[in-house]
């Protein structure tokens, strides 16, 4: 009577009085510990009544099976399976169909396909446990088999058999299929509930298909079903996602006719909703309004000031979560020093870094150093970000995915390829190379860096591949100019069935382009629209320029530009200039010059190679109409510098300056004097910065005889960045020395990544 009227602490305290229970009254007491959802309770009840001697009969071996399973419980399970064979209730359905849950939820497909079998009798809950065992296994074949045999042994498909298939659907990613398996419900004569209408909102929300979530919220109103609190806060959320205000409003509407607004999710949701759309007094209105706030409440209002820039707003609520019920968890303190960090205010993030164990006794997490990492990677400081994660992994702290996707795209540069070594080490180390995401950011890292060849031993070594991993490795054979291996890897990749998507194309059609194969470039491009119904972007357009200008067919390439029906951006018209100049067209070089200039007017390099093509067309430079630029300082014109690593110290040099030490100089002009004899500049030569001359040394020039002197020995590689674009004679230069003292150099510049080696250059004298 107590636990049925809700007293259930008088009715256990009136159990617990009893001198003799009988099966009656653990009965009544586990049933009401069922019906409070205290499995951990039902299940020290059963062991106290096995050891009073007194069995469980078959209408309450289910409530505790049930406990079994809510609790991931198999091996208790695995028990009252015996107990109910020895006591002879093997064949008793409402048992067997609980000990399948039991197995089904904690993954035990191969006991459960046993107990299937071995079942005489099988009604819905049968089917619908065994294909929720499937489901839960992740085989959804096997699953769907059994629904189409249920109908063969007699046993039509209920609503419920049909929302756990595509429950599984959607767990899996599949939402496609998740939606054909509800049509082919709708066939069969059984409509949807709220649950499958849910079921896949949620899921196409979760993959980040919030257009069709929200087409399908409007299906589901149009057919009469009125939503859950988990339908609105779903959709909620792919409105949030969007930053869709108007819709987010109307739902909000929703909310309050159907009496969910006091629902804590929903109005977590509005919160979370109204932050990311900049409406931080309508989420604080919500957040006012919900009478029983949780973590997810306070945190999703933190973290909407934080995002607006509102951290001193942030903090003063963080403060007043202290004194209401709710504590603040790891979250709350990663969400306020991740705020802190992307405005700026570094020594706050790490006061309250610091703090987070000392005053909030709560515990740091991998997330709570990503913070750190991320935010000095934001604010330009590579070496402090590199510093935590070496601080972090020295407090015995496992670096995750995220860790290892943050910090590295920081090394992506020639002269931190020790650095990329170091973070795949730590990738190692923790077992992480074999996530996807991570395999695919080093192959990335690693062609960055210069360091082509390991990029395919880890493209080589992944046992998954997808999209991005072919994609990136293609990429980063074009980016190193081997044109032919990454031609071979496109088609290897068709024959692995994949289908090249826009990032494909834009890479292969410059592989082409480097290969100087135009025709095979044009029918590249042709197929991205006949065959893959892809519309060419900017992207692909650059690349056809270059693919033209790489083989000297400049008037295709100014013909393609004039047919093109998308706006003309910097990086077109850059691609133009290149190819003007790498063949002496001045007329067309001035034009292509020209239209930079009008699309970036602050520009000084722009206009100093404007003034310089104009010069070598013999107009002089005062009859020159083009309105010169204001400085915003007097570092601004062509100042060029370059870095270079020795012994972990990573060097700079500017061009002109003075070295501490004659020898770079003097080891400069030797040599120089040696290459008197080779090629000089033709009026192509449009330098980005000033002329060399007694007092004046270009910085790639100065890195390049410091790496020299530094290393000496020829097998040591010379790795150069350089802000600005490389000339013609620093160029030949390299070449030279790569010849001369059989060296490899690497140097790169604003335009490409130049790899010297043997006297030749991997951009083909293209840059």
């Not at 063969?152 to 595509?166: A, D, K, Q």
């Not at 509800?182 to 899921?203: A, R």
């Not at 149009?222 to 969007?242: F, M, Q």
């Not at 090249?500 to 590249?524: C, D, Q």
Request: hydrophobic residues 40%; aromatic residues 8%; charged residues 25%.
């Amino acid at each position: 009577m107590y636990s049925k009227c809700g007293s259930f602490q008088e009715a256990y305290q009136l159990f617990d009085k009893m001198s003799q229970r009988d099966l009656f009254a653990w009965s009544a007491m586990i049933g009401a510990c069922s019906r409070e959802s205290r499995w951990s309770k039902v299940k020290e009840l059963f062991y106290m009544m096995m050891g009073e001697g007194i069995v469980p009969d078959s209408f309450l071996f289910p409530k505790i099976l049930q406990a079994c399973a809510n609790c991931r419980d198999v091996e208790s399970g695995m028990l009252i399976h015996s107990i109910v064979i020895r006591c002879g209730m093997g064949c008793e359905i409402r048992v067997n169909n609980s000990l399948l849950a039991v197995y089904a939820k904690c993954g035990l497909l191969g006991c459960a396909e046993r107990l299937f079998e071995s079942m005489e009798m099988r009604d819905m809950v049968s089917w619908n446990s065994i294909i929720m065992a499937y489901c839960h296994n992740g085989e959804i074949v096997e699953a769907r088999r059994l629904l189409n045999l249920m109908s063969v042994e007699g046993v039509e498909p209920s609503l419920i058999t049909w929302n756990i298939l595509i429950a599984s659907y959607n767990q899996l990613g599949r939402c496609d299929e998740a939606l054909e398996v509800m049509k082919e419900m709708e066939g069969n004569g059984i409509m949807p509930d709220v649950f499958t209408w849910t079921c896949l909102i949620s899921g196409l929300a979760q993959h980040n298909r919030n257009g069709q979530a929200l087409q399908l919220f409007r299906e589901m109103i149009l057919n009469g079903v009125t939503p859950s609190e988990v339908t609105l806060t779903s959709i909620i959320s792919a409105c949030a996602s969007r930053k869709d205000l108007r819709k987010g409003r109307e739902l909000h509407s929703l909310a309050v006719k159907f009496g969910f607004d006091g629902e804590v999710i929903v109005g977590n949701a509005l919160v979370d909703l109204y932050s990311k759309c900049g409406k931080l007094e309508a989420a604080r209105l919500v957040f006012d309004t919900i009478p029983n706030k949780d973590v997810y409440s306070w945190n999703s209002m933190i973290g909407g000031y934080c995002q607006a820039g509102y951290c001193g707003k942030a903090y003063d609520l963080f403060m007043k979560m202290h004194e209401s019920e709710v504590s603040p968890n790891v979250i709350t303190w990663n969400v306020l020093i991740t705020g802190h960090m992307q405005n700026g205010d570094e020594d706050q993030a790490l006061d309250l870094f610091r703090r987070m164990e000392k005053d909030g006794s709560i515990k740091r997490d991998a997330a709570s150093w990503n913070a750190l990492i991320a935010g000095y990677l934001q604010n330009g400081q590579k070496e402090k970000a590199l510093g935590i994660f070496r601080k972090m992994q020295s407090f015995g702290f496992k670096p995750n995915a995220v860790t290892i996707l943050t910090i590295l795209p920081a090394c992506a540069n020639l002269i931190a390829a020790k650095k990329v070594k170091e973070i795949h080490r730590c990738a190692l180390r923790w077992n992480l190379e074999n996530e996807l995401s991570v395999a695919n950011s080093l192959i990335d890292t690693y062609s960055k860096s210069g360091g082509i060849k390991y990029s395919r031993a880890i493209f080589d070594g992944m046992s998954t591949k997808d999209i991005i991993s072919w994609n990136t490795m293609i990429a980063g054979y074009v980016l190193h100019g081997y044109s032919s291996e990454a031609i071979k890897l496109f088609d290897q990749m068709k024959k692995a069935g994949l289908k090249p998507n826009r990032g494909t194309f834009s890479s292969v059609i410059s592989s082409y382009g480097l290969a100087k194969m135009v025709e095979e470039g044009k029918r590249i491009f042709s197929s991205m629209t006949q065959e893959y119904r892809i519309v060419p972007g900017l992207e692909h357009c650059v690349a056809m320029v270059n693919l033209y200008g790489r083989s000297g067919e400049l008037e295709e390439a100014i013909d393609f530009v004039d047919n093109m029906t998308m706006e003309h951006d910097i990086s077109l018209w850059g691609a133009l200039l290149t190819a003007s100049r790498a063949h002496g067209n001045l007329n067309l070089a001035i034009h292509a010059a020209g239209q930079l200039f009008k699309l970036d007017p602050g520009n000084v390099m722009i206009y100093q190679l404007l003034l310089q093509l104009y010069v070598l067309s013999g107009i002089s430079e005062e009859s020159v109409t083009v309105t010169r630029p204001k400085k915003r300082n007097h570092h601004e014109e062509s100042l060029s510098r370059s870095w270079t690593e020795i012994d972990n110290v990573v060097h700079a040099f500017a061009s002109g300056q003075q070295s501490d030490s004659e020898v770079p100089d003097s080891w400069i002009k030797r040599k120089e004097v040696k290459m008197k004899g080779s090629s000089s500049c033709s009026r192509r030569c449009i330098k980005e910065e000033e002329n060399e001359d007694i007092t004046r040394v270009h910085s790639e020039k100065l890195a390049l005889s410091f790496a020299l002197i530094n290393y000496p020995q020829s097998s040591q590689v010379i790795r150069i960045v350089k802000n600005l674009r490389m000339c013609e004679d620093c160029h030949r230069t390299a070449k030279f020395v790569s010849q001369k003292y059989e060296r490899e150099i690497y140097v790169h510049d604003s335009k490409c990544l130049h790899h010297f080696k043997d006297g030749n250059c991997s951009c083909g004298d293209y840059w």
